[in-house]
Structure formats: C-alpha cells, structure tokens
C-alpha cells in the first residue's frame, strides 16, 4: 500500500510542475517547477520498482490529470462546464477501478 501513497503523491508533484510549466515566469517559480519534475519522476521511477509499470503509469498520469484540470479551475478560473466535469470524474473511476483491478506487484511490498 506504501508504495500505491508514493505513486498518489508523485502524482501531487506532477500536478505541481504541469501548473509551473503553464504559469511560472520568475526563476524561482522555475526552479520550484524543475524541483518538483524531479520529485515527481524520482517517486514514480522508485515506485516502479515494486508495482506494475503500466498500471503505476496509468494511475499516475490518470491522477495528474484528475488534478491538473481541477486545480487550473479552482486556482486560475478555468470554465468549469459540466461536461468536463462528468469525463474527468469517468477518468478518475477508471483509474480507481484499473488500481483496484491490479495486484498490488511481485511480493516485495507484503516483505517492507
């Protein structure tokens, strides 16, 4: 289960550096951006280790998605339309059910 936190929370940083990518325009904001693309792939490369490579991809790009257009909404005044609302929810049960479809990898997280 440690590892699947991991995965949630480089998926945290990745919507962290995707907002940068978009919005930073001072080299602090820059630097924050390149810290949290290292991060974000530092845990999911780690990760991968452990889990299911396609499944941990999926879930991971699934999540920064799910936060990116939520965060564009809330914090920069993206249109909020229904039906983009309705398709990133489907997004995310997808995710949720691929996750729950998949064992959790070879053995090594039950020994940590």
């Known amino acids: ?6 995965v949630v929370v480089a998926a945290v940083f990745e919507v962290g550096w995707v907002i940068g990518l978009k919005h930073a325009a001072a080299p602090l904001e820059w630097g924050g951006t390149v810290i949290a693309i290292i991060v ?18 999926a879930v991971f790009v699934g ?3 799910f936060g990116t257009v939520i965060g564009d909404m809330v914090l920069f005044g993206s249109p909020v339309e229904p039906l ?20 959790d990898g070879n053995g090594k997280e039950s020994e940590q």
């Open 1 to 6: 289960m440690k590892y699947w936190l991991l």
């Open 40 to 57: 974000s792939f530092g845990i999911l490369i780690y990760a991968s280790g452990v889990l299911p490579v396609g499944t941990v991809y």
């Open 63 to 65: 999540l920064g998605t």
């Open 84 to 103: 983009k609302i309705l398709f990133i929810f489907t997004l995310l049960a997808g995710v949720i059910m691929l996750k729950l479809a998949t064992p």
